[in-house]
């Protein structure tokens, strides 16, 4: 079952600049060969759930290596059985609708 | 690595109303013996990673299998490694604050 | 229009603690009349569309004059207008499906 | 105060394509000036917080109108007062601490 999914991380009790952490988890996923694309408010990465998730926990072990006490996370995600779907296919049928 | 975990399935293609579908995903993490809380916007489940997370899945096919098309679904959650803390504790810190 | 939200404020810089953040905002939701019901991951509120994000911003104003600098907020929110639906709707239409 | 929001809304009730009414959204928040970064999961908005909010107000009435009975809808949205901060500022913050 492949996974679209959008993670925002994000570490509390390290003050209040996170990108670091932001860019490990980039690194976590570009390791294990997963499509991303990041943006202002979180991460795009799209795969097989397991992967995905595998990744995911990842995030949150090395996040708390780094000496992060507390995370939380936001993820939206989504899954069809009715097609496949990428996340270029997703931003393209809305700019299909857009007159530009 | 224990978590604590928001959420919000959204079937769609199916219509308006949901709850059976939502009833599944209590059924699924009462089977598997995760704590769990309903409320109006999601469900909050509590416990180790893998066993939340192979639920989600779960949670997933069984919805594809009821014939939900498509699935959107947002999470929140939280880990952390300074102390244990449980959905009655996140609670309670909460009311202790409150003049009631 | 009326709106059934979940409201999640994470208050950034302040440390690992932040129910005294969230008790501000349940005040801040009762003291305007709205109904609310606090759980583990947020809190749910039904009210008119105007009425809760007001109170919604003036929780982040709060926030930052309690002393946070930077403020992450998760909200999942519902309108509909096919029929009239309240917190307690939601909840029943889910344990009606449930054998309990 | 100012607000970066990652808007990612659900019309309910109207199939599994939901392409065209995120296209609306896309078209209220240029009309009204905001900017805007769409991505595979949502869009992101940068402006005033009474401008942004009064936005997605017209975006729930106008999926509406277009005939969608119910929408979900799911926010991140952050407020710091520390700094001024872009949309572009915080993926460059990202990118800073990636060994590209």
Redesign the interface.
């Known amino acids: 079952?492949n996974v679209?999914?959008?993670l925002?991380v994000?570490p509390?009790?390290v003050?209040?600049?996170?990108?670091?952490y932001?860019?490990?988890c980039?690194?976590i996923f570009q390791r294990v060969g997963l499509k991303t694309?990041?943006?202002?408010?979180?991460t795009?990465v799209?795969g097989e759930?397991d992967t995905v998730?595998a990744a995911v926990?990842e995030c949150?072990?090395q996040i708390?290596q780094m000496g992060a006490?507390?995370?939380?996370?936001?993820?939206?995600?989504?899954?069809?059985?009715?097609r496949l779907q990428s996340?270029?296919d997703?931003?393209n049928?809305?700019?299909?609708?857009?007159n530009l």
């Open positions: 079952m679209i999914l959008d925002c994000v509390m009790g003050g209040v600049s996170i990108s670091k932001v860019a490990v980039q690194e694309q990041l943006h202002a408010y979180g795009n799209e759930w998730f926990k949150h072990e708390h006490p507390r995370i939380t996370t936001t993820i939206k995600m989504g899954t069809r059985v009715d996340i270029e997703k931003v049928s809305v700019l299909e609708h857009l």
